[in-house]
């Protein structure tokens, strides 16, 4: 159980520590996942760029071959090509594909953000033979993280388990269903409602 609880909690420490570093990159002036910078291992076979408007054309292609392909399904033949939409995966004719599917929308090479996380974060490598040196920036990011595991730890399992508890329920507060519209809601000021008679007549006895 310790064993489990060590393992469990360096794993989750080293994606704390991966957190922290890209909130140090987030700070610079642009941001160095938004382009395929060659600085940080991107090139033209891996990377490409990502266009918002192609981005959400694609979208709706897959989507629309998607429930093309859920509302007649057919028999699966060794040429089928397997297609992702939302998690959720079927398998079309590969003809179908080809046709329904535009050659942008077809693009192999990972976007930006995502090479960024592997060839730039982890400076992935080309397979297990090749080691690759030590990335000291995650390495001193992992550290802190180790060091904060330790100053929540400090002070018992009670004040743990009650920081657990807030962020916990936080967290599945902001993702509920326009939760966070009813966030802005409540913090965003109506000036207008300050010449509204009766908002000042209600007030008034508060006051």
């Not at 902001?174 to 007030?203: C, G, Q």
Request: net charge neutral.
């Amino acid at each position: 159980m310790l064993l489990k609880t060590f393992v469990l909690t360096a794993y989750k420490a080293f994606q704390d520590g991966c957190l922290f570093y890209y909130f140090l990159q987030a700070l610079q002036d642009e941001l160095p996942w938004a382009k395929c910078y060659t600085w940080w291992g991107a090139s033209p076979l891996n990377c490409v760029e990502r266009d918002i408007g192609l981005t959400r054309q694609c979208q709706d292609e897959r989507m629309k071959l998607y429930d093309a392909s859920v509302k007649q399904p057919y028999a699966p033949t060794s040429n089928d090509t397997l297609l992702t939409v939302c998690g959720h995966h079927v398998t079309v004719p590969t003809k179908v594909y080809l046709t329904q599917i535009s050659d942008q929308c077809r693009e192999t090479r990972r976007h930006s953000e995502y090479s960024f996380l592997l060839f730039g974060a982890l400076k992935l490598t080309s397979g297990i033979e090749e080691l690759g040196g030590i990335r000291w920036e995650l390495l001193v990011c992992y550290i802190f993280a180790w060091f904060v595991i330790f100053v929540c730890s400090a002070n018992g399992v009670a004040t743990v388990g009650k920081l657990a508890l807030f962020v916990a329920v936080t967290v599945c507060v902001l993702f509920l269903p326009h939760a966070r519209t009813s966030i802005v809601e409540l913090i965003y000021p109506r000036w207008k409602a300050l010449l509204d008679v009766e908002v000042n007549v209600m007030r008034f006895p508060s006051v």
